[in-house]
């Protein structure tokens, strides 16, 4: 094939017979004009004749034989082209109540029914500064408002818990301090010193200050360190001593004389010499020092000196003073008197303060001997009579009154609780009667009942409430749940506990054991 069938590409291009017909003619025409010069007019005629013949003569390759060359590849006839008809418009099917249903959800506005003229959008105009502040105020008022609903209600249901508090505060704490396993000590004598020997006099009394074990005797105040090694000693020359202590200081006093003094663990700090007998002392955990005496005109005089012994307070009364007990500051101290009025025994409970003259409190007549009172942690004031226990409020009012059902052996007052063991019920049996600071219960919060022996002393640390029995010593909790105990010896007539230590004394010796409560 020639190089004219070929496109720019250098592609073959599919020649039709049509084609191949024409370009012959082609070549034949412009073959005779080249060969033929122009003839002249007067030969015109002739030739026209001649020429005729010879192309009469001349062949022209048919489709057969265009088809029979060997050189030539077939090529099929593309069939001629359909002409599309004219689109006809399909008949739209009817509408169903579903298909129209579906529809109808693009036009809520009409009701379901296409709008055929839709309405305008309105163009949003940008808001005024103006505007802005006001929509800022208003979201911010809607915040206050919340917030001030959420705090009041809040508020509501905080006031009704604190109010119904004496209902579920024990028992959710009855369900928080379950009894636990009770742990029993050994009772061993612990090794050292122990047991610590007086042969010259009777052990008076034991306490402690610090970490140190204080022993009086008739003779001598001691100072023993936990190994039982004396640390230091002072002499005294009472009739009747008696101790008291703070965290540094220990407060020693002649009962029915005049003198008294105060010393730290290596030096005696001051003494004092009242002109009228001398009932009673007690010291502060500020150091103050409160000194009860009496006279001829004044059954109780209280005398309040300070750290260096310098007198700071003075109050008198008609009646007679019982007990003198500190606040937590050491400023102010509730004092209990009795008195004889009609042929009826009545006591009162006082709160001075140092900086006042008159009372800050003064309580109802209460028709017990009031043998000690004091403050507890729910702001009421704990009152243990001798034949019956009192809570009364701020203001000195009664708010609740047990009744003992036997004779007081003795009792115990701290700020979480306090303790009061009753005995003389049935024979060598006794019964511990706790009373929780946070209830306002007529009746005792727990009792336990003991009838292996009676209880002879009772004491309050860290509302650890232990009690010495005949022969043992037990440790409650202040839900009277039996935490430790541990054998001991029947003749132990006190003791101190400290330290996860306990320390018993007899007439002339004092001993030590570990008990881990």
């Not at 008809?85 to 099917?93: C, L, M, R």
């Not at 700071?312 to 003073?321: H, L, M, N, T």
């Amino acid at each position: 094939m020639s190089n004219k069938n070929k496109n720019r590409k250098g592609r073959k291009r599919d020649s039709r017979p049509d084609d191949i017909i024409r370009e012959l003619d082609e070549v034949t025409e412009v073959t005779e004009d080249t060969e033929e010069p122009e003839a002249k007019a007067e030969d015109t005629d002739d030739g026209a004749e001649e020429k005729a013949a010879v192309r009469k003569e001349k062949k022209v390759p048919e489709k057969e034989a265009l088809k029979d060359k060997p050189n030539k590849k077939k090529h099929r006839q593309a069939p001629p082209a359909k002409k599309n008809p004219p689109p006809t418009k399909k008949k739209t099917p009817p509408r169903d109540e579903a298909e129209l249903a579906r529809k109808s959800i693009k036009h809520t506005r009409t009701g379901g029914i296409p709008d055929e003229e839709p309405r305008r959008r309105r163009r949003r105009t940008a808001p005024s500064a103006e505007e802005i502040r006001t929509a800022r105020h208003k979201e911010k008022r809607k915040r206050q408002i919340r917030t001030v609903a959420a705090v009041l209600i809040v508020a509501v249901f905080a006031s009704g818990a604190y109010l119904t508090r004496a209902k579920w505060v024990p028992k959710l704490e009855s369900v928080l301090y379950r009894p636990k396993e009770t742990i029993v000590n050994d009772g061993e004598v612990k090794k050292g010193n122990f047991p610590l020997s007086f042969d010259d006099g009777s052990v008076n009394s034991i306490n402690y200050t610090g970490s140190y074990l204080l022993c009086l005797d008739k003779n001598q105040l001691r100072f023993y360190n936990e190994d039982g090694v004396e640390d230091s000693a002072f002499n005294h020359n009472y009739a009747d001593p008696v101790m008291r202590t703070s965290d540094k200081r220990v407060l020693l006093y002649d009962k029915g004389g005049s003198s008294l003094m105060v010393v730290g663990r290596k030096n005696e700090l001051f003494t004092k010499s009242v002109k009228n007998r001398l009932i009673m002392a007690e010291l502060a955990p500020n150091d103050n020092v409160a000194v009860v005496t009496s006279d001829e005109k004044y059954s109780g005089i209280l005398t309040i000196y300070d750290g260096n012994g310098r007198e700071i307070y003075k109050w008198s009364s008609s009646a007679a003073v019982l007990s003198v007990t500190f606040d937590d500051s050491g400023d102010g101290c509730f004092v209990t008197t009795y008195s004889t009025k009609n042929g009826m025994l009545g006591s009162v409970v006082r709160y001075l303060t140092f900086d006042s003259e008159k009372p800050e409190m003064v309580s109802d007549t209460l028709p017990v001997l009031a043998l000690q009172a004091m403050k507890n942690d729910n702001g009421d004031i704990w009152v243990a009579g001798d034949t019956a226990f009192y809570r009364l409020n701020a203001n000195g009012r009664i708010v609740t009154e047990y009744r003992y059902e036997g004779k007081i052996a003795d009792f115990a007052l701290s700020r979480s609780c306090a303790a009061v063991v009753i005995g003389g019920m049935q024979r060598r049996s006794s019964e511990l009667l706790i009373f929780d600071s946070s209830t306002e219960n007529d009746e005792p919060d727990k009792r336990v009942r003991d009838t292996d022996g009676e209880s002879e002393r009772l004491k309050i640390s860290d509302s650890k409430i232990v009690v010495l029995k005949n022969h043992c010593i037990d440790c409650y909790d202040k839900f009277g749940n039996l935490a430790a105990t541990a054998e001991c010896s029947s003749d132990y007539s006190d003791f101190v506990y400290f330290d996860d230590n306990v320390y018993f004394c007899d007439y002339r010796e004092v001993n030590k054991i570990s008990f881990t409560t």
